[in-house]
T-cell receptor, first 110, second 115 residues
Framework: EDKVVQSPLSLVVHEGDTVTLNCSYE??????LLWYKQEKKAPTFLFML????IEKKSGRLSSILDKKELFSILNITATQTGDSAVYLC??????????FGAGTRLTVKP | GAVVSQHPSWVICKSGTSVKIECRSL??????MFWYRQFPKQSLMLMAT?????????EQGVEKDKFLINHASLTLSTLTVTSAHPEDSSFYIC???????????FGPGTRLTVT
């Protein structure tokens, strides 16, 4: 059965720390891996990864995919209180199916 | 860890029929559950907030008579797409707020295809 596992489920850090969020997956016909940030009404799309080893970067956030080991990481450097949110990982398949992970709750304390 | 399940994982139905999607919190009580729908370019839209024992709160533009939400217990919310049309084909995701901690957990999603 297809599954997406995120770790840790919950993480508390202080401002300025760097965090690494993990997402591992087991799916058939992998097409893409997506990261979202859930703050308010709906998750905000962050990155879509399709190729191994190519880092995607947006400000202090970056992500990379390893299709051989079936995982992705999301890095946040110099964290701020505004980074506090639930970060979701989702995997899309070639048959248009998708599977979401349970999310990682990040709390950044001042 | 907290787990939220959705059933079915995928469903194909004919135009005009209704389909029910279940969202369950497996090891915690959830007084609040949310229903989302995925749109092109990976965006997720909040459809409604489901509170146990009361009527769901729908976001603007979401037809409450078409997307019926029932949150009958602290561990189960259902979304029924009534008189489904091909344009309702989408990916529907639920999330649940753990009652004691306030933490939010997402279900794996349900792919609905209306033919």
């Amino acid at each position: 059965e297809d599954k997406v596992v995120q770790s840790p489920l919950s993480l508390v850090v202080h401002e300025g720390d760097t965090v690494t969020l993990n997402c591992s997956y087991e799916v058939t016909n992998f097409r893409s891996l997506l990261w979202y940030k859930q703050e308010k009404k709906a998750p905000t799309f962050l990155f879509m990864l399709t190729s191994s080893g190519i880092e995607k970067k947006s400000g202090r956030l970056s992500s990379i995919l390893d299709k051989k080991e079936l995982f992705s990481i999301l890095n946040i450097t110099a964290t701020q209180t505004g980074d506090s949110a639930v970060y979701l990982c989702a995997v899309g398949c070639n048959n248009n199916d998708m599977r979401f992970g349970a999310g990682t709750r990040l709390t950044v304390k001042p | 860890g907290a787990v939220v399940s959705q059933h079915p994982s995928w469903v194909i139905c004919k135009s005009g029929t209704s389909v029910k999607i279940e969202c369950r919190s497996l090891d915690f009580q959830a007084t609040t559950m949310f229903w989302y729908r995925q749109f092109p370019k990976q965006s997720l839209m909040l459809m409604a907030t489901s509170n146990e024992g009361s009527k769901a709160t729908y976001e603007q533009g979401v037809e409450k008579d078409k997307f019926l939400i029932n949150h009958a217990s602290l561990t189960l919310s259902t979304l029924t797409v009534t008189s489904a049309h091909p344009e309702d084909s989408s990916f529907y995701i639920c999330s649940a707020i753990q009652h004691l901690t306030g933490e939010q957990y997402f279900g794996p999603g349900t792919r609905l295809t209306v033919t």
